[in-house]
């Protein structure tokens, strides 16, 4: 093998998005298994019911310890009547939560759909097939950046370095997209599951906030999106270790 050869395979290992992750992750990383964490949704100050995220298991998943963790909504009463459904499933790469594969399930009223996406980590590449109706589209990204779910980044925003100001590629059904994560102002805020002193973390541009406990586990206490349907807000209720 040429030395060229040698040098350009070292610089795309260099540059893997899992690299890049494990640059910027505060380690050690704590215990997750078994989290679950259930949220109360407004979308424009509409209730939308419950969100739960919850770390299922550790498995192997191609030769690296994985989590399974699942972000599953549980809608009021109005939402069951419009046939409201909301479940995704990340497989989180246990050493940089990196998601090595998505799965979406949505549907509302009489639409629905389905989207996967699968890192291939040997090629760098993310394979993405999403189902909408009677169609499906399917794209491939080559993957350079630390990437993460429209869902799994407030996961991953718990325990970056911030400071860092890391920018992020995020896998949706429309597409890829980027973000910067930045650390705010420590504040101290009040939801259902008690009072808090909090870290912050701003989603640029204009994307969102997080507010996170200041303990080894930076549970996320508070969730402000700005989404095209809307603002979506979710504030912790429970906390199940």
Known sequence: MSIILLLLLAITSFASPLNKATAIIKTPLPDLQGEVLTYSVTLNKISLGKQELKVESIINYNNRPTYVVSFAGIPNIM??????????????????????????????????????????????????????????????????????????????????????????????????SYVQLEAGKTEKIKVPAGEFNTDTVIINPDLGKVWLTKDQYRIPLKIVLNLNAGLLEMELQSILR
Request: charged share 20%; no cysteine.
């Open 79 to 176: 939402l069951k009547a419009l046939n409201y459904k909301s479940t995704e499933i990340y497989y989180l790469d246990q050493a940089t939560l990196l998601p090595l594969f998505i799965a979406r399930d949505y549907s509302a009223g009489f639409a629905k759909g389905n989207m996967e996406a699968s890192y291939l980590v040997e090629e760098n590449v993310i394979n993405v097939v999403v189902n909408e109706g009677n169609k499906e589209q399917k794209y491939s990204w080559s993957a350079v950046e630390a990437f993460q779910g429209e869902t799994s980044i407030v996961f991953f925003s718990r325990f970056i370095n911030v400071e860092a100001k890391p920018r992020v590629a995020l896998i949706s059904n429309v597409g890829v």
